[in-house]
């Protein structure tokens, strides 16, 4: 009787999970013929990391000469791109300029219908400019990270008034450093922290350290868990963070070392490593910013906060947009949740939804004054 019930409630369980998807056909419609031997297409969206050479997203050619994908997906909001495998190969327009995302909503089994105007690789690389304002540094090209063998480079932002008064400041750590100043390293445009922090009062700015991702490694980098994507490096990565480069930035910089005046932010994995560095070292990070975070790829990191002893001053700013992907708006308060049962504020913990934001820099751009005014204004 037991193994009958246990077999009837395996197959509810799997009907209800089948029943949760959808069948959504991607198939090639216009593509511009190919210049170059490479002939390969795939997705690459917020259904895999934005991994532009993932060979699960591949479409396959038809003897037609269409290109066809089938996958099984959670209904729900996407976002992607058409790649040949790599950035360097993503589409574009007729004129070799950047497109944005495509927006993918699924309710029922669909068939969705690729139209691609250009490839990147086909026209002259566009010039791109320095965008960096002059309180941007390069801090080194080449900071070592003893943790993961490996070399990065990281930047810093300082406050207008840094060299004119002997103030220590606050600091936040970011990752993704490219993405963070200046638009000539930025893969998909930049935050423009600096600009931000450019508008607001001497006397309010802080310190921002940014610190680039690894390439190939920053999936595995900034995640604590192993997944499919490789074994995960983050409790390294973390380390480094907390063990190697915030004693190198608190003894050659002018910083309040406090926990309460040292955060941790960053977007999408970033979110995710923040959230899990603050969870690790709170009493080096005493606040964390948690942009459109990827918990998805760690459920481990739920347990983990639930078994953590975390001070209700400890503070997470979370914040996402309602329509990047099904998951985001529950994962994040999901999250936040486990963090009040343990008795921090709904002010010292709380989760935004920003109504038609989607998955990229430009939202955080638009995101971060208000984070960066709940933040020093805790202080």
Request: net charge neutral; proline share 5%; with cysteine.
């Amino acid at each position: 009787m037991r193994r009958r019930i246990f077999i009837a409630g395996c197959l509810l369980l799997t009907q209800t999970f089948l029943f949760a998807q959808v069948r959504v056909t991607f198939v090639s419609g216009s593509i511009p013929a190919f210049k170059t031997a490479v002939r390969n297409v795939f997705l690459a969206g917020d259904f895999n990391n934005w991994n532009p050479g993932d060979s699960t997203w591949q479409l396959k050619q038809l003897p037609t000469g269409n290109y066809e994908l089938m996958k099984n997906m959670p209904k729900g909001n996407y976002s992607f791109k058409v790649t040949k495998g790599s950035w360097d190969m993503v589409e574009s327009n007729v004129s070799g300029q950047d497109k944005g995302n495509r927006d993918l909503t699924i309710n029922h089994d669909t068939t969705v219908t690729i139209n691609v105007e250009g490839w990147k690789d086909d026209h002259p690389a566009q010039e791109k400019k320095h965008t960096a304002s002059p309180n941007v540094h390069i801090i080194s090209e080449k900071f070592e990270i003893p943790q993961l063998n490996r070399e990065r480079r990281v930047w810093i932002y300082l406050p207008a008034d840094y060299a004119t008064s002997r103030k220590k400041y606050p600091v936040i750590y970011m990752h993704d450093g490219q993405n963070l100043f200046d638009e000539y390293t930025a893969g998909y445009g930049e935050w423009g922290i600096d600009e931000i922090m450019d508008k607001i009062p001497a006397d309010k700015q802080c310190i921002i350290v940014g610190i680039d991702h690894g390439g190939d490694y920053r999936i595995t980098e900034y995640d604590p868990y192993d997944s499919k994507y490789g074994k995960g490096r983050g409790d390294d990565y973390v380390d480094f963070l907390a063990k190697t480069l915030k004693p190198y930035i608190d003894k050659n910089y002018r910083t309040k070392k406090d926990a309460k005046y040292t955060t941790i932010a960053g977007s999408s994995m970033g979110g995710l490593i923040s959230a899990y560095a603050v969870l690790k070292y709170p009493d080096v990070f005493g606040n964390a910013g948690i942009f459109s975070p990827a918990f998805w790829i760690a459920p481990d990191i739920y347990t983990y906060a639930q078994k953590q002893n975390i001070s209700a001053k400890t503070r997470f700013y979370f914040i996402c947009g309602d329509i990047e992907s099904t998951d985001m708006v529950p994962d994040m308060q999901r999250f936040a949740a486990i963090l009040r049962t343990k008795g921090s504020s709904d002010k010292n913990t709380p989760a935004v939804i920003m109504a038609g934001y989607k998955h990229n820099e430009k939202q955080w751009n638009t995101d971060f004054p208000a984070f960066y005014n709940w933040l020093i204004n805790g202080y």
